[in-house]
């Protein structure tokens, strides 16, 4: 009987712990409780979607199964059988990932998320809001549809102009793959929902080693090349673009229509934050797009200062992966910083590792496979330095320096085990304890 009770007390200690870190902040400054009002709120909207998203879809099932005189089982009745340590799990997950993002915002690594900050935002527009939960809704229902039938991964249409691994396959299940305006739509939103609203915050965890690179070297931003790979509809890139408005960017991805939203964010970052400032470029942002495999960039040799990739790798064959570590060598300048960010692998969080694997039967095929490899060696082997690691939640930021001398095969082994990493690890390692059956949120 004791056990039956214990996620709801662990789930109103979480409650008590986020009361209060709002009540601490509230009292201490603005900034931290606007932070804290702000993301434990995010966290309510996409509790409350993502939930809906469910219901929605176990009642169209059920519906469908009396018709046919059926009993179906569904991914909610799963989720609803277990639905304190779920909840429990993934918002102290939620709450170290914001604790610890917040400690790298006051720490002056980079700024508060613009759109906290700008209220002029759509994000605060109920109408916009009520659009985007709906149309995720009915996304649910389709994936769901998809994943419970164990649907054909193929795609809408065959193409030679894309790598095979990625045009032959829908990743997650989601409508078209990456191949329709329709899926880029309704990805921010999707994948927020997944993570109850952390996202972002592992997401600005890639912003870490830029931030040290730039600060260490005193370079001017200005004067800086940075490209982001699969850059996707260009959430992250907004991050990027608000911290450093003046750096040149460019933003690549394979499909058309996740560019097409990426240029969409990048401009409304533009005239919500620096609509006076004259950054260059066709649309006045100071950022080009390319649409490319990042196996195969059209850059010159040693033309970047840096390369940013987050969230792809673990959907490319580990062929692919290689390669891609070739290029970011290729066209960095000596000295250059290569940013990996993507999920956590085997042994970062020990208690995860039983089931870790199990999302990659989310239509992720080469997740298993990623989670195992060495990506430390991927990139010596490629001729670059190991930098830093940071964890952040159920996401790994990794980053690389091209030696200043060219050549392969004399990187240094191993990361470092910087100031930044010191208080990533801590920080996780402090609230491990509440979230260490997290990886329930793969199932």
Request: glycine share 6%; hydrophobic share 40%.
């Amino acid at each position: 009987m004791v056990s039956a009770f214990t996620p709801c007390s662990r789930l109103m200690e979480l409650a008590a712990t986020a009361r209060d870190l709002l009540a601490t902040s509230a009292t201490s400054d603005a900034e931290s409780a606007g932070y804290w009002a702000y993301h434990l709120g995010r966290a309510g909207l996409f509790l409350g979607t993502s939930a809906a998203g469910a219901v929605a879809h176990h009642l169209a099932t059920q519906v469908q199964a009396l018709r046919n005189g059926e009993s179906v089982r569904t991914p909610w009745d799963n989720l609803s059988a277990n639905a304190g340590a779920e909840l429990t799990n993934r918002l102290a997950e939620a709450i170290a990932m914001w604790q610890q993002d917040l400690a790298n915002i006051k720490a002056g690594w980079y700024k508060l998320p613009w759109d906290m900050t700008t209220l002029t935002h759509r994000q605060y527009n109920p109408i916009y809001i009520m659009s985007r939960s709906a149309q995720f809704v009915s996304e649910a229902i389709s994936t769901l549809n998809r994943r419970v039938s164990n649907a054909s991964p193929d795609n809408w249409f065959s193409s030679n102009m894309y790598p095979d691994y990625y045009a032959d396959n829908t990743f997650h299940y989601q409508s078209d793959g990456w191949l329709s305006d329709r899926s880029a739509a309704v990805y921010e939103f999707s994948t927020e929902a997944l993570f109850f609203g952390r996202q972002d915050a592992m997401q600005r965890n890639s912003l870490l080693p830029l931030a040290e690179y730039i600060r260490s070297k005193g370079l001017n931003p200005a004067n800086m090349k940075v490209v982001e790979v699969s850059c996707g509809t260009g959430r992250f890139h907004t991050f990027l673009k608000d911290n450093w408005p003046t750096l040149r960017t460019i933003a690549s991805d394979l499909s058309p229509f996740y560019l097409a939203r990426a240029r969409d964010n990048v401009n409304y970052w533009k005239r919500q934050r620096a609509a006076e400032l004259d950054l260059g470029g066709k649309d006045n942002t100071g950022t080009e797009y390319m649409q490319c495999a990042m196996e195969s960039m059209p850059l010159a040799d040693a033309s970047v200062d840096a390369v940013i990739c987050v969230y792809a790798f673990h959907e490319m064959p580990e062929e692919a992966r290689v390669a891609a570590a070739t290029e970011f060598y290729r066209v960095l300048k000596p000295g250059g910083l290569a940013v990996l960010t993507d999920s956590v692998q085997l042994g970062d969080r020990p208690q995860w590792d039983k089931t870790l694997g199990a999302f990659g039967n989310f239509n992720e095929p080469h997740y298993k496979n990623y989670i195992a490899c060495d990506n430390g060696g991927v990139f010596e082997a490629a001729g670059f330095s190991c930098d830093s690691k940071y964890l952040a939640s159920a996401s790994k930021t990794l980053s690389f320096i091209k030696p200043q001398h060219s050549g392969f095969g004399s990187a240094a082994t191993g990361f470092s085990n910087s100031s930044l990493d010191v208080i990533a690890d801590s920080t996780l390692a402090a609230h491990a304890s509440g979230a260490a059956a997290v990886a329930a949120k793969w199932n």
